[in-house]
């Protein structure tokens, strides 16, 4: 037990590192919390400082989760006794997976060492989701960007790509024979609802025909420099 909780606390710490904040005081001299939506995360890097540091930001970010499922959670073997499952039918690797994933992503939302001001934890998310099992979250990535493409709503392919990511693992394990814990189709579907509740305002937009589309894809070069070449 003693190993599950210092894996816990080592993905935390990780997830912490607040990688948007320090890419602009460091780099721009701005406390990116100040501008644009007031969120520690990737995308109001990539629409505060440009494209160039939201990307850097987004793949750090990213990375996080997937380091802390794919190598940190294995540090529990080599502690004290090693692991063991809360209870008899939870797989222990399914479980030091989802709990190694959920300290870089609570990390990442409430870090340490920003007094606990974070981001909303999508990018270290989906990194951590790549981590414990990529195909599914690769299909729903590539709906994701069907949709907004084709649609410009960001919205609805957050939406769908949610909605269809428990299922992608229930078809993987049940049609193709692949070897899916069920904690972790579980953990998946929880994930899901979760976002698909969050996105509540705008699924009630969608239905209504008012919810905002994507103007342009082209690269953004941040509301900084846009104001400093107006000046």
């Known amino acids: 037990m003693l190993s599950i909780v210092v894996v816990f606390i080592i993905c935390y710490l990780i997830g912490s590192i607040p990688s948007s904040l320090w890419m602009g005081k460091i780099f721009f001299a701005v406390d990116i919390r100040e501008h644009g939506s007031g969120n520690a995360g990737a995308t109001n890097t990539f629409r505060i400082l440009g494209w160039k540091a939201g990307t850097i930001v987004l793949l750090f970010d990213f990375g996080k989760g997937l380091l802390c499922t794919t190598v940190i959670s294995g540090l529990a073997y080599s502690i004290g006794s090693g692991p063991v499952s809360f209870y008899a039918n939870w797989d222990v690797d399914a479980m030091l997976l989802i709990l190694s994933g959920m300290g870089a992503v609570a990390g ?75 904690s972790i189709i579980i953990f998946s579907s929880v994930i899901a609802l979760g976002i698909i509740i969050k996105h509540k305002g705008n699924i009630h937009r969608l239905l209504k025909g008012t919810e905002n589309r994507v103007k342009s894809f082209k690269p953004s070069k941040g509301r900084l420099k846009e104001q400093e070449s107006a000046e």
């Open 108 to 182: 990442h939302m409430f870090p340490i060492y920003a007094r606990f001001s974070g981001g909303k934890g999508a990018a270290t998310a989906c990194g951590m989701l790549y981590g414990i099992e990529p195909v599914s979250i690769s299909i729903s990535l590539a709906l994701f960007l069907i949709v907004m493409f084709t649609t410009r709503y960001v919205s609805l392919g957050s939406i769908l790509a949610a909605f269809i990511y428990p299922f992608s693992q229930l078809v993987l394990r049940y049609v193709y024979g692949w070897e899916i814990d069920g």
